[in-house]
């Protein structure tokens, strides 16, 4: 595999796609999440381009090239960076001795790699969940370690806390690799879903957006695999409270919106977004919209079961 970070743009033609692509990128204003929602991808994949930590794919290139109007510079560089990756060496077999650590995953001979980076580590959970036997008490186990990672954030720094969340995610990837009940790995599902959602908080708290968007987004994926319509919710009001607060009020009511429409009746999550809908209406002008919004609000969060159980968010998906 080659090294995703200190290739010499002048040496390596992925490092100059991936140079290229962030400077055309910055020049228009966008983020990575931006772009990748222009082009139909993970602003995490493009994340990893920029970085020359994959190999991307021509149609992600080709699309980057229309949306940031580069004239097939983009493109002429990658048949170059493609060819770059496809005569390099492969890579010996695995060394039989020592042992890898037990924290690798026996299916992916990258995971010490993907440890040591945030965003690629979000890429490959989402992976894996796409692919346990588990036992009730693992599960509940992990469920309980989410609750008390979520009652720890809110006094915790994000510096200190970000390591445990992510020793956590690693352990419920590997789960995933397995095989699983319906039921259970719906759980599981669910579980690492929502462990992305708090390392997106968390990881934004200590100003890695890209870090954090890449987390979203994959917790996004994982709602969409456990048909849970409460965890999508809770992603789209997260890119809701991001637009909130660098002031693209449009954006998060679009955002606010359509999570409503998403979210579970009585949830946290939908009373949320009533409220980030009533801010974005008051930011525009629209007050009399906002005052509607946030009696919307108070009717929902009136309706939340006080006595739910376990920390805020966390719900049994059996």
Request: with cysteine; charged share 25%.
């Amino acid at each position: 595999m080659p090294p995703s970070r200190g290739l010499d743009p002048a040496k390596s033609y992925t490092a100059c796609l991936g140079t290229l692509l962030r400077r055309l990128r910055t020049l228009h204003g966008l983020t990575q999440a931006d772009v990748g929602r222009r082009t139909g991808f993970d602003g995490s994949y493009v994340g990893a381009t920029e970085r020359a930590a994959v190999r991307p794919s021509r149609t992600l290139v080709e699309r980057c090239d229309h949306v940031l109007q580069a004239g097939g510079a983009l493109l002429t560089i990658w048949t170059l960076a493609d060819h770059e990756w496809g005569t390099r060496p492969a890579p010996g077999p695995p060394p039989t001795a020592p042992a890898p650590p037990a924290d690798h995953g026996p299916a992916d001979h990258g995971l010490a790699e993907i440890a040591a980076d945030p965003v690629l580590e979000a890429m490959e959970l989402a992976r894996q969940a796409e692919a346990s036997d588990l036992g009730e008490e693992a599960m509940a186990g992990l469920e309980r370690a989410l609750a008390r990672l979520q009652r720890a954030a809110l006094a915790t720094p994000p510096e200190e806390l970000i390591p445990a969340v992510r020793a956590r995610r690693r352990y419920a990837g590997r789960l995933l690799e397995g095989r699983l009940p319906l039921r259970r790995h719906r759980r599981l599902l669910v579980a690492a879903g929502r462990l992305s959602l708090l390392l997106a908080r968390l990881h934004e708290e200590a100003g890695d957006q890209e870090a954090a968007e890449a987390d979203r987004n994959a917790a996004s994926r994982l709602a969409c695999q456990a048909d849970h319509t409460e965890l999508a919710a809770q992603a789209v009001e997260l890119l809701a409270s991001w637009a909130l607060t660098d002031g693209r009020f449009g954006d998060a009511l679009a955002l606010a919106r359509t999570g409503q429409d998403l979210a579970p009746p009585a949830t946290t999550v939908a009373a949320q977004l009533a409220l980030d809908e009533a801010q974005a209406l008051t930011s525009l002008g629209q007050l009399a919209e906002a005052a509607g919004a946030r009696h919307l609000a108070a009717l929902t969060a009136a309706m939340v079961p006080s006595a739910a159980g376990g920390a805020p968010g966390i719900a049994r998906v059996d």
